[in-house]
């Protein structure tokens, strides 16, 4: 059974850095794409960035210039460094691995930033 654990969140003053973690087991890491999703109180679930299993990269408009998103096979880990962040960007974060019509998520991990 393949498992999904997000790490890293937490309280952070506008403008500062977090760097959340996931990391996947239970299967073969490096044939997943993987990608960072948060949800906002009263708001859907959107997509902040993602990385396919070739190491390619996308990211939100709202969160371009301010994240990077990377991988590490052999720890079986994807990162997403945070930086400049705002309070809009308070959110519990959630990390997915897709593979064809398989999907997993996490269970989320909260960040909040203060004003």
């Known amino acids: 059974q393949v498992q999904v654990v997000e790490s890293g969140g937490g309280l952070v003053q506008a403008g500062g850095s977090l760097r959340l973690s996931c990391a996947a087991s239970?299967?073969?890491?490096?044939?997943?794409?993987f990608g960072w999703y948060r949800q906002a109180p009263g708001k859907q679930r959107e997509l902040v960035a993602e990385?396919?299993?070739?190491?390619?990269?996308n990211y939100a408009d709202s969160v371009k210039g301010r994240s990077a998103i990377s991988r590490d096979n052999a720890k079986n880990t994807v990162v997403l460094q945070m930086n400049s962040l705002k309070p809009e960007d308070t959110a519990v974060y959630y990390c997915?691995?897709?593979?064809?019509?398989?999907?997993?998520w996490g269970q989320g991990t909260q960040v909040t930033v203060s004003s």
């Open positions: 997915n691995a897709k593979y064809v019509f398989l999907s997993y």
């Open positions: 239970g299967t073969t890491f490096s044939a997943y794409d």
């Open positions: 990385i396919t299993r070739s190491g390619g990269t």
